[in-house]
């Protein structure tokens, strides 16, 4: 599904990542783990085209995709959450949803300007379309408030339904766990799974351990830029490069 | 008093058109009043010295500024904040030069008097009263087609980009199509206000479109309240009007006109739209209070 070639990435003479590849499978949830400051955002960042790539190319069901701007890669079904929530917090619950429907409408200036009967009508569906995703997400009952009062926690949920109104084949998240408690880890590792059953594949940098082992099939170890691992949670918890990157040597 | 009517028509134009921009796109734009003189001047040197009628010259005003700001805001708007005020300013400013300085067709800085009304038919808007319902006309038109914009799926991704360009980016909103789109049709709505200036004025000078104006309408747009159409209109207004009641002041009115700016600015962040409504709900527990005690 996707595929990284030789990723590199340098900022000035910093290295961030240095020839980063494997594929992710179609269906299956993929954590990328590794310490602090292994490059693990830097790659989403890439991946999701906010950054270029200095060497290295990336393909996305067979097509070349290293050169895409986000809203070509969001067109082409790839979405992405992340580390410090980014919501549109001046707009509503139900808002910052329907802009996750954008791209699934066309009404240009002039036919929203007359509130054309075509327009109306994609409006309407839209904001069921909306309501539909909140439901599935259990935010509807917070729908009309303003983005930045919610609670941080329904605002993950909210970054995920928002993302989920792309209807992508492929969601990357940042770090969706953090900052969420038990029960809210509990709801966001139920969705994930739920996104897994209807076909969408989800990559997820996370630093949750327990999430990770319980829900990922697979697992990619990142760690000072390289990949130190790949291998299903069982192997990659044997794996001693692993366990020396993270706890030291003795 | 008709007369400073007719100005609040034409400002509520103006401030509406760039709120699009600044309330709902969240680009600041330093050099409306350019835009603002574009229209009138377009208007006016095609009925004046071309003899073309009132109507088309507006039409063609309109249009050609709307393109010029299409092809100026690809290059203009990847700026951000601060630089794209310098840039927009520095393009303010080149137009009210052109005006001064191409004295042949603009007549420079006397301006250029004798610019025909509207008329339909054998009616002529050429009175006050008949240019406040001619002005106001499109002013409604101007609010009536900004409001439906701004609650569709085109004012949602706007004030997408005003919160985070990068999320509305990942959710597929050409973002850079949309703010050149809406800049045009801001510098469009901007030049048919200017047509009507110069067709009700039947005189113009370059004085009008300089850089002050430009300040007076971002001004108009926050006072009134960034993001809210009717806003716009109660900031023109307010704006318009408050100058000619401080007449009172005399000598010192525009002393009395900055403070009250500054007054409004701090116990009004929101604007005017949003600031008397949750001024009048704050004293009102208070008043209930009082009673119970």
């Known amino acids: 599904m996707l595929r990284l070639e030789g990723i590199t990435k340098i900022f000035g003479g910093l290295t961030a990542l240095e020839n980063v590849s494997f594929s992710i499978k179609k269906g299956e949830i993929t954590g990328i783990i590794g310490p602090n400051g292994a490059g693990k955002t830097t790659l989403f960042n890439i991946i999701s085209g906010i950054y270029g790539i200095t060497f290295g190319d990336i393909f996305l069901d067979g097509e070349k995709i290293s050169r895409f701007s986000p809203e070509k890669l969001a067109l082409r079904g790839l979405v992405r959450t992340f580390q410090n929530i980014e919501l549109f917090s001046q707009m509503t619950v139900l808002e910052n949803v329907m802009v996750g429907l954008h791209t699934k409408s066309k009404s240009g200036i002039f036919s929203c300007a007359f509130k054309l009967p075509c327009h109306l009508k994609e409006e309407r569906l839209i904001r069921e379309k909306a309501l539909s995703l909140l439901e599935f997400n259990g935010i509807a009952d917070v729908a009309d408030m303003i983005a930045a009062n919610l609670p941080f926690g329904k605002g993950r949920l909210l970054e995920i339904a928002r993302a989920m109104a792309l209807d992508p084949s492929i969601i990357l998240m940042d770090e969706p766990a953090a900052g969420l408690n038990n029960r809210e880890t509990a709801k966001l590792a139920e969705i994930i799974l739920q996104l897994k059953k209807s076909g969408v594949t989800v990559v997820l940098v996370e630093h949750d351990m327990e999430l990770v082992m319980e829900i990922c099939d697979s697992l990619v170890v990142l760690d000072l830029g390289r990949m130190l691992a790949t291998g299903t949670p069982l192997e990659i918890q044997e794996n001693q490069a692993v366990i020396t990157a993270y706890l030291g040597q003795e | ?293």
């Open chain 2, 1 to 293: 008093m008709m007369n400073v009517l007719v100005f609040v028509g034409i400002n509520t134009i103006l401030a509406v058109a760039l709120n699009l921009l600044l309330g709902y796109a969240g680009q600041i734009s330093l050099g409306h009043a350019a835009f603002f003189g574009l229209g009138a001047y377009i208007s006016g040197v095609l009925t004046v010295t071309y003899g073309l009628n009132s109507w088309i010259s507006m039409f063609i005003a309109a249009t050609a500024t709307g393109i010029l700001a299409f092809i100026l805001g690809f290059p203009i708007l990847k700026l951000k904040g601060h630089y794209l005020a310098m840039a927009t300013l520095g393009f303010g400013i080149i137009v009210y030069i052109v005006f001064n300085e191409t004295v042949a067709l603009t007549g420079g800085p006397s301006g250029l008097s004798g610019i025909p009304n509207l008329g339909i038919a054998s009616l002529t808007f050429d009175s006050d009263i008949k240019n406040y319902y001619l002005v106001w006309l499109f002013a409604l038109i101007s609010i009536f087609l900004s409001l439906n914009l701004a609650d569709s799926r085109i004012g949602r991704a706007l004030r997408a980009i005003h919160d985070s360009e990068v999320a509305a980016r990942g959710m597929g909103v050409n973002v850079r199509l949309l703010k050149v789109q809406i800049f045009a049709l801001s510098a469009l709505l901007s030049a048919v206000a200017g047509s009507l200036y110069a067709h009700t004025m039947t005189f113009i000078s370059p004085a009008s479109f300089g850089f002050n104006f430009s300040v007076e309408l971002v001004t108009m747009v926050i006072i009134g309240g960034l993001g809210s159409i009717y806003g716009s209109f109660l900031g023109a207004a307010l704006l318009t009007l408050l100058p000619e009641i401080l007449r009172a002041f005399q000598d010192y009115d525009i002393i009395v006109y900055g403070l009250l700016l500054i007054l409004m600015t701090m116990f009004m962040p929101g604007g005017l739209v949003r600031g008397v409504p949750g001024i009048l709900l704050s004293l009102r527990p208070a008043r209930k209070q009082g009673r119970e005690y």
